[in-house]
């Protein structure tokens, strides 16, 4: 709690507080304090009794009540000395958020993070791919505050000058008063990289190491909840479906080499038994060399595969979730955007392909292999942006890093998926925890009409309209708001969303302890 020119005021306020405001007491000197407030209802501030020169004294105890019509407060009387209220602005905050333009994002108006972005400020080129709307502190791209009465500033400047938007028990628990969160819109137009994300020891080495591509030492983990259809590849398959991708997609053993695959699939097979260590140890050996295959052994192999893949689709096997044709379309495609024999392709054979209707989500812990392919998609993830890559893409490679970083376990696809569950008391509210403490994600969507009250939160929250227009309120303000704004929500904050005639979509990264 803090106090200006207060000797012994006391720090036992109502519990429920929401959030704060400073005390301007008409006196000379003239004294502040940041007090917490109780919306709607009365503040009371307990001072000390006794005496200090120059400071405020005497007073036992303030209350008054907010106007709710006016959304001001009463001039006060003590005695004969008139107190002034010197409000805080209401802790909703529009920002204006900058939009990354990438070679693998969709072009011009069919991308969402750019049409988002236009909400605000960005002018679109029809011409231009936009792949990444970043919301949040991380200093690679910033929000800026939008509007409202005080000066455009960045936010993380304005959780700078006041704590109580983040919330003491976060604030303790990460440091700075920064958001421990980046929340983003991918719109994906072509494959992003095979890629994983380091655990925090790993990610602290790697930075210490090669800043220029680990710029920071903070580990990622990250989840995606898609806004239109969405595919992509997320962790190991089952064994037994690279078995019968090695048995029946001679293009893929042939990039392995015959005695890899011979040692795999007889391991895997092995009447004897398996261990789990084991099968660990034998699917990392098959996909480092995967991994580190010649570049003449994958372009001879992609050649073949995908001259298959067009000629004769029905030869190649359904294992999984992919037909025999559907992997030839999805191979296609893949070779389309990566031609000449990437490394990418022969991925599809050892990663899970899974896709996504809109609300569905998967969750990606660290040390996880995955690419998104294609779609729309909200993504949160811890505050970072290191990234271990190793194909579909032009940039930096770090093949033993990431060969060495994998887990290796092994799932079906159904495990990958993060199943939403009710929210507290609200009816048409759900939220996607995963088993991580920087963030969560809440998911508000209404028909034409309806409103919903979303209790505070115990921390800092960003929420997007992704869908319709409607009213977003905290206390007293009111918003009127339609797709593609962005908001920073201050702790504690309850939050009301209104949808207009056609509804509303609105997502909320959040932490919470």
């Known amino acids: 709690m803090l106090t200006e020119g207060c000797d012994g005021c006391q720090e036992n306020f109502f519990a429920g507080r929401r959030w704060s405001e400073r005390i301007s007491f008409g006196i000379r000197p003239r004294t502040t304090f940041t007090i917490p407030r109780v919306y709607p209802g009365v503040i009371t501030l307990a001072t000390s009794t006794t005496s200090t020169p120059g400071k405020l004294s005497g007073l036992s105890e303030i209350g008054f009540r907010r106007n709710l019509n006016t959304g001001s407060y009463p001039h006060l009387q003590e005695g004969n000395q008139r107190k002034e209220i010197d409000m805080l602005e209401v802790p909703l905050y529009r920002l204006q958020c900058g939009a990354n333009s990438y070679d693998w994002g969709k072009l011009g108006h069919t991308s969402a993070a750019a049409r988002y972005a236009s909400a605000t400020s960005l002018t679109i080129d029809p011409a231009k791919p936009y792949a990444e709307l970043w919301m949040g502190t991380h200093p690679s791209n910033p929000s800026l505050t939008h509007g409202g009465r005080t000066p455009q500033q960045p936010l993380l400047s304005l959780l700078h000058t006041n704590a109580a938007l983040i919330g003491p028990s976060i604030t303790e628990k990460f440091g700075e008063n920064n958001l421990p969160f980046l929340f983003k819109v991918l719109s994906i137009g072509k494959a992003l990289s095979i890629q994983a994300h380091p655990d925090k020891a790993l990610a602290e080495r790697l930075h210490a190491r090669d800043p220029k591509n680990y710029p920071d030492g903070n580990h990622k983990p990250e989840m995606a909840v898609a806004v239109t259809e969405f595919d992509g590849f997320c962790g190991f398959r089952p064994v037994a479906e690279i078995v019968g991708f090695l048995e029946g997609v001679p293009e893929f ?4 080499g015959e005695e890899v695959a011979r040692e795999f699939v007889g391991y895997i097979n092995s009447k004897s038994g398996t261990t789990p260590e084991g099968v660990k140890g034998a699917l990392k050996k098959l996909y480092a060399t995967l991994m580190r295959a010649p570049q003449e052994v994958l372009t001879a192999a992609t050649t073949a595969l995908i001259t298959r893949s067009r000629e004769e689709p029905e030869t190649l096997p359904g294992i999984g979730n992919l037909s025999g044709a559907g992997l030839a379309e999805l191979l296609v495609r893949l070779d389309g955007q990566f031609p000449g024999g990437d490394v990418g392709i022969f991925c599809t054979f050892v990663l899970n392909y899974i896709t996504l209707l809109p609300g569905q989500a998967i969750f990606l812990s660290a040390n996880v292999p995955h690419a998104y392919l294609s779609g729309d998609i909200v ?8 990234v271990v890559r190793a194909g579909f893409t032009p940039k930096f490679k770090d093949v033993d890093v990431l060969v060495d970083m994998l ?21 048409n509210t759900v939220l996607y925890d995963p088993p991580i ?14 409103k919903e009250v979303v209790p505070g939160i115990e921390g800092p929250s960003v929420l997007i309209v992704t869908g319709g227009a409607g009213w977003i309120s905290v206390g007293p303000k009111r918003e009127e708001v339609a797709t593609g704004f962005v908001y920073f929500v201050g702790a504690t904050a309850e939050v009301v969303v209104e949808s207009g005639e056609g509804g509303i979509v609105v997502y909320r990264a959040f ?3």
């Not at 053993?253 to 392995?256: E, M, Y």
């Not at 403490?437 to 309806?450: N, R």
């Open 407 to 427: 887990t290796y376990d092994t799932a079906p696809i159904e495990e990958q998926v993060l199943q939403p569950v009710g929210y507290k008391v609200t009816k």
């Open 379 to 386: 993504e949160c993830m811890a505050a970072s942006d290191n």
């Open 437 to 450: 403490e920087e963030f969560s994600v809440l998911k508000t969507e209404l028909q034409g009409g309806e």
């Open 253 to 256: 053993r042939s990039v392995v």
């Open 511 to 513: 932490c919470e302890l």
